[in-house]
């Protein structure tokens, strides 16, 4: 259908401005300030319809679609193998430093377990001296009292034979003094044992009898044991018999050689 009217023509026309206006109105900076609108004087000529020479179309604009963004290429693939090699990494890691922790650790125990051991050893080292000066102390102290000992027992070696020697002196002093009254005193009881001897037919010349003899102080006697004889049984009893009768014995005149176990010969035939 022929348009008469150059209808499509304007309207074509029309959109055109439109669109022009509207870019103009997004593209206006509104951030300026808004100056007073001020009327536009607009001088226009009346133009007929018929006398309008008809414009050629315009073509119209063809918009070609932006291209679609091209998909992603799947990387979740690479993605994994650089997680697990990082985890690996970091596994690594962890694990150099747990055996560097252990390492650190077994240092430190064996550093220990060598302070304890030279601890030990001079502990052990102290002991030992301590128990050598100890021993040695012993020792000095052993040999101290030892010598002591021994310089005592020397100083009552000697005291004991200083008193011995005193002693000897004044025994023989006194012996020396007494010798003729102990002698007296022996002959007395000898002749008393002999005058009540009735000698048996079995004595032989040259006879001679120990005899021990037990008295009182009084001189009575208490017991008489014969001891070595070169006579007889008859012998010894007529010995025997004659201690007997001749009690009490003879008291010496000095008391001091009265012994109350008394011990003779008795050789009657000199």
């Known amino acids: 259908m022929r348009d008469n009217f150059k209808f499509i023509p304007v309207l074509l026309a029309g959109i055109l401005h439109a669109a022009i206006f509207a870019g103009m109105v997004f593209a206006y900076d509104w951030s300026r300030p808004v100056l007073p ?66 390492e650190e650790a077994e240092r430190q125990r064996k550093l220990a377990d060598e302070k304890e051991r030279k ?31 021994k310089r005592k027992q020397a100083q009552d070696a000697e005291r004991r034979r200083q008193l011995d020697l005193e002693l000897q002196a004044e025994q023989n002093r006194i012996d ?19 005058r009540n001897w009735i000698q048996p037919p079995s004595a032989v010349q040259g006879l001679s009898c120990e005899v021990l003899v037990q008295q009182s102080l009084g001189g009575v006697v208490l017991n008489v044991v014969i001891g070595s004889c070169n006579g007889d049984e008859a ?22 050689l009265l012994e109350r176990n008394l011990r003779f010969l008795f050789e009657p035939t000199e």
Do not use: C, W
Request: hydrophobic share 35%; no cysteine; aromatic share 2%.
């Open 176 to 194: 020396a003094m007494k010798a003729g009254a102990l002698a007296r005193y022996q002959f007395r009881l000898i002749q008393a044992v002999k």
């Open 119 to 149: 601890r030990r050893e001079e502990a052990e080292t102290e002991k030992r001296r301590q128990e050598a000066e100890r021993k040695r102390l012993e020792d000095m102290e052993r040999q101290r009292a030892e010598n002591e000992r």
């Open 235 to 256: 012998v010894r009893r007529s010995i025997e018999s004659a201690v007997h009768k001749a009690s009490p014995l003879p008291i010496p005149p000095d008391i001091s």
């Open 37 to 102: 609108v001020v009327p536009l004087a607009i001088k226009g000529t009346l133009v007929l319809a018929e006398s309008l020479v008809e414009v050629p179309p315009i073509a119209e604009e063809v918009i070609e679609p932006e291209p679609e963004p091209e998909p992603e290429p799947d990387n979740s693939e690479q993605l994994r193998i650089e997680a697990e090699a990082k985890k690996r990494q970091e596994d690594l890691r962890l694990e150099r430093e747990r055996i560097s922790r252990e």
